[in-house]
């Protein structure tokens, strides 16, 4: 069964500092793997995603991610972290065509002044 | 192009009622996942609905059932509710494929007393 971990319920960073949000999955191969956004009173909006081929893939408002296949990792970083970044982000992995997705538990991104 | 519109946006219930969530797709998105999240529970998958047929389900139990029409629009109905089924209930739509990823609806926030 597919399954995906984040590190760190809750993370803090200055504004101007790197964000670095982590992701682990488990997944049969090939894997799909997404970061979604969640701001406060809304739905998940997606962030980036890998497919195939490149696996440093970059998304919206300046985040990117690599995929690491020996790692089973798909980190989301963003150089310089902006007050407007603060939100949830979910890491998930989806199989095959019509599996389901898999979410992990989220990441609360707080940006201190 | 118009995103996932879910209705109603906040509801209020009391325990042993049963409510239903309306969720219409991005148009062309022939799927529709209902998912439930809760601050302990995060992100739960509940059902996947594709050409008005069930292709997916979690865990939940038989109180928890949904439906599609044949204009891709779904329903998810939730029977003699508890005070655990206080969620907010999100809707997502895709278009078929292999990545197949998910745009989602604001939600639907349900609070049951």
């Known amino acids: 069964a597919q399954s995906v971990t984040q590190l760190g319920s809750h993370v803090s960073v200055s504004e101007g500092a790197l964000v670095l949000l982590r992701c682990n999955y488990s997944?049969?191969?090939?894997?799909?793997l997404f970061w979604y956004v969640q701001y406060p009173n809304q739905g998940l909006q997606l962030l980036l995603k890998y497919t195939t081929g490149a696996t440093l893939v970059k998304g919206i408002n300046g985040f990117e991610a690599e995929f690491k296949k020996s790692e089973t990792s798909f980190h989301l970083t963003k150089p310089s972290a902006h007050m407007s970044d603060a939100a949830e982000y979910f890491c998930?992995?989806?199989?095959?065509?019509?599996?389901?997705?898999?979410f992990g538990p989220g990441t609360r991104l707080s940006v201190l002044p | 192009k118009a995103g996932v519109t879910q209705t109603p946006r906040y509801l209020i219930k009391t325990r042993g009622q049963q409510v239903t969530l309306s969720c219409s797709p991005i148009s062309g998105h022939r799927s529709v996942s209902w998912y439930q999240q809760t601050p302990g529970q995060g992100l739960q998958f509940l059902f996947e609905y594709f050409s008005e047929t069930q292709r997916n389900k979690g865990n939940f139990p038989g109180r928890f059932s949904g439906r599609q029409f044949s204009n891709s629009r779904s329903e998810m109905n939730v029977s003699t509710l508890e005070l655990g089924d206080s969620a907010l209930y999100l809707c997502?739509?895709?278009?078929?494929?292999?990545?197949?990823?998910?745009?989602f609806g604001e939600g639907s926030r349900l609070t049951v007393l």
């Open positions: 997944s049969s191969v090939p894997p799909y």
């Open positions: 998930a992995v989806k199989g095959d065509y019509g599996q389901n997705f898999v």
């Open positions: 997502a739509s895709s278009f078929p494929g292999d990545t197949g990823e998910l745009f």
